[in-house]
């Protein structure tokens, strides 16, 4: 009892506290939602406050839009009616011209019709005119008039026979010495050296030693040199060198090339001379190339075709009786560039005609046909200009001069070729010898290469064993000297050597 007694006061302050504290937060809950609700209400006063003075600026700002429009509006306005009064006056003035043109056409039309008349009337009279003089001369105006000419014709005949003949010579001189200063310009402008061609290169040796090294065991290597090459080796006839002969000059400078690249590397045998003639059969590709380009930038030619370019440069290595080809065509090009700008005509396609007129001797050797019907089809086919393939294809007067530049390429060709020294009759006759000989062994079938040796001489015929056994070449050599003998001129005789040649190669891994 005394225990419940001893407890009872706690409990009951705690309760009190309890009491107390809901009391407490309860009214620290009602002042707290007092300040929420005051600061709400001050939050709203200002927010309806901000909202008044934001519709207060827009109505202002509208208003000034408003009052902006209508400015801008009465401007255009204002615009518009003086563009319309603008148009209505112009639209007057142009009622008053055409009211003014339309009288003036009327005008002219009643004065056209009096001129009309007046003409008419004119020509009556005239012909009434004509009439009465036409009676009393009893003859008519034809008449009269061829009388007129007759008797003019028969009193001064002697005078315009001889008038007719003076100004007729005076023509030809004037023409003969304008010709004449425009070829001798020319060919003062283009001054160049002649030098004929020769048929041998002679190739310095260091020492007398190479040449046996050159020959070889049983002459093997001087063999497989002149089989590969197509030239004659001539040992003896120049000291410390060696001769080197054909009637080609392309062949005699790959066989330089070659046997300078064999001396200088030492080591000389069949092997080492078929990779050196292939080296020097490359780098002779690439000089021809380099030529062919020096020629076009000489004469000022540039957008020529990669492959017309080589086969200019080919040319190098070709004579027309005993005149360089490519030099011959050089010289031409200068000339008609000369002759074509003192007579006013394109200087670019007479330049291009000249320096393609004989482009068809680079391949004549390999293709049937002329060297200008050649050239023609060349030029077609890689997209020369048809002008410029008129100007070259009538140099030889295989084709009809179709244009004033084929008359300059054909003179310009003439000029170069008449030069003194320029060309040399006996040279060529003995060139085409033996190019007739090497044509003549090709038509063989199974030939593979012909070389004409020895000055015409002797003839080497490389055959291609798969083709003619033994026995086939035995009568294929008796063949090809009766053909020899029937197609081609030649003096003494002609030795014939047909050689086939089997290799077996393989490697050995």
């Given at each position: ?6 407890w009872l ?20 809950a ?14 709203l ?11 207060i ?33 112009r ?6 011209e ?7 056409v009327?005008d002219?039309?009643?004065?056209q ?7 008419a ?7 009434r005119?004509v009439?009465?003089?036409e009676?009393?001369a ?39 010495a ?9 060919l ?6 002649k ?16 040449k ?7 002459g ?10 197509g ?11 060696l ?10 400078e790959?066989?330089?090339l ?7 590397d ?12 292939e ?8 000089h ?11 004469v000022?030619?540039?957008d ?19 005149q360089n ?27 291009k005609?000249?320096?393609?007129h ?12 002329t ?6 089809k ?33 003179a ?43 000055a ?7 055959v291609?064993?798969?083709?003619v ?7 294929l050599?008796k ?31």
């Amino acid at each position: 009892m005394d225990t419940i007694i001893s407890w009872l006061p706690g409990a009951v302050a705690a309760v009190a506290g309890v009491a107390l504290g809901y009391y407490v937060r309860h009214i620290v809950a009602r002042k707290t939602r007092r300040l929420a609700e005051s600061k709400r209400s001050e939050e709203l006063e200002s927010a309806k406050s901000e909202a008044k003075e934001i519709v207060i600026e827009a109505r202002d700002k509208a208003a000034s839009i408003l009052v902006d429009v209508q400015k801008e509006e009465r401007e255009r306005k204002r615009e518009l009616r003086q563009l319309e009064e603008r148009l209505l006056k112009r639209e007057d003035a142009l009622q008053e011209e055409r009211s003014i043109l339309e009288k003036r056409v009327r005008d002219l039309e009643r004065d056209q019709g009096e001129v009309k008349q007046e003409r008419a009337e004119a020509q009556e009279a005239k012909d009434r005119v004509v009439g009465e003089i036409e009676k009393v001369a009893r003859m008519t105006k034809d008449e009269a008039r061829d009388q007129l000419f007759k008797e003019l014709e028969e009193g001064n005949r002697e005078e315009l026979a001889q008038a007719l003949v003076r100004l007729e010579r005076d023509r030809r001189d004037a023409l003969e010495a304008k010709a004449t200063e425009i070829i001798t310009s020319a060919l003062q402008r283009c001054a160049r050296d002649k030098v004929a061609d020769v048929t041998t290169s002679i190739v310095e040796l260091p020492n007398e030693d190479l040449k046996g090294k050159i020959i070889g065991r049983e002459g093997r290597n001087i063999r497989a040199f002149e089989r590969l090459t197509g030239v004659e080796v001539i040992i003896d006839e120049a000291p410390e060198g060696l001769v080197l002969s054909s009637f080609d000059p392309l062949r005699r400078e790959l066989a330089k090339l070659a046997l300078e690249k064999l001396i200088k590397d030492g080591r000389i045998q069949p092997a080492k001379v078929e990779e050196k003639v292939e080296e020097a059969r490359a780098e002779l590709d690439e000089h021809i190339r380099k030529v062919g380009e020096e020629a076009m930038y000489e004469v000022g030619i540039v957008d020529l075709p990669k492959e017309l370019i080589t086969l200019l440069g080919r040319l190098n290595y070709r004579t027309s009786y005993g005149q360089n080809v490519l030099a011959h065509s050089i010289e031409m090009t200068h000339i008609a560039g000369a002759i074509a700008a003192e007579l006013g005509l394109n200087v670019a396609v007479a330049k291009k005609g000249a320096l393609l007129h004989d482009i068809g001797k680079a391949i004549d050797h390999d293709v049937e046909g002329t060297h200008v019907e050649i050239g023609r089809k060349l030029l077609e086919k890689y997209g020369i200009d048809r002008k410029v393939i008129q100007a070259m294809e009538a140099h030889h007067e295989e084709y009809p001069y179709a244009t004033p530049e084929s008359f300059i390429v054909t003179a310009a060709d003439a000029i170069s070729a008449a030069r003194p020294g320029a060309r040399r009759g006996t040279l060529e006759k003995y060139l085409r010898r033996l190019e007739d000989i090497e044509k003549v062994v090709k038509s063989f079938d199974g030939v593979k290469q012909a070389f004409a040796l020895s000055a015409g001489r002797e003839v080497r015929v490389f055959v291609v064993p798969e083709k003619v056994d033994d026995f086939r070449a035995l009568q294929l050599a008796k063949e090809i000297a009766g053909k020899i003998q029937s197609d081609v001129d030649y003096p003494g005789e002609v030795k014939v050597t047909v050689i086939r040649e089997v290799k077996a190669v393989e490697y050995a891994r």
